[in-house]
């Protein structure tokens, strides 16, 4: 079993950054594949990031040179820097973690981008 929780979001003007964390309980953390994605009002949730247990990363084309996803094996975290941010990319941006079939889903942080 795993337990994530979301910090970090909150209300930013378009252009400026964020930074969102996921701290994960359980063991076995670095054998996770981590995720983050997130849910507009009205949208489907959607892939933002993902890092897999080897360190491979992929993002959304959407988010492609603005957002940037770490992990940290030892604090049993994962990042998600969020730079250049426009009003679209407000939602509710949730953690996942990923082994085999088995997933996992954090409560979410609400991330509003508005002047």
């Known amino acids: 079993q795993v337990q994530l929780a979301e910090s970090g979001g909150g209300l930013v003007q378009p252009g400026g950054s964020l930074r969102l964390s996921c701290a994960a309980s359980?063991?076995?953390?670095?054998?996770?594949?981590m995720g983050w994605y997130r849910q507009a009002p009205g949208k489907q949730r959607e892939l933002v990031a993902r890092?897999?247990?080897?360190?491979?990363?992929n993002y959304a084309d959407s988010m492609k040179g603005r957002f940037t996803i770490s992990r940290d094996n030892a604090k049993n975290a994962v990042y998600l820097q969020m730079n250049s941010l426009k009003p679209e990319d407000t939602a509710v941006y949730f953690c996942?973690?990923?082994?085999?079939?088995?997933?996992?889903w954090g409560q979410g942080t609400q991330v509003t981008v508005s002047s």
């Open positions: 890092i897999t247990s080897g360190g491979s990363i």
């Open positions: 359980g063991s076995m953390f670095s054998r996770y594949n």
């Open positions: 996942n973690a990923a082994l085999g079939f088995t997933y996992y």
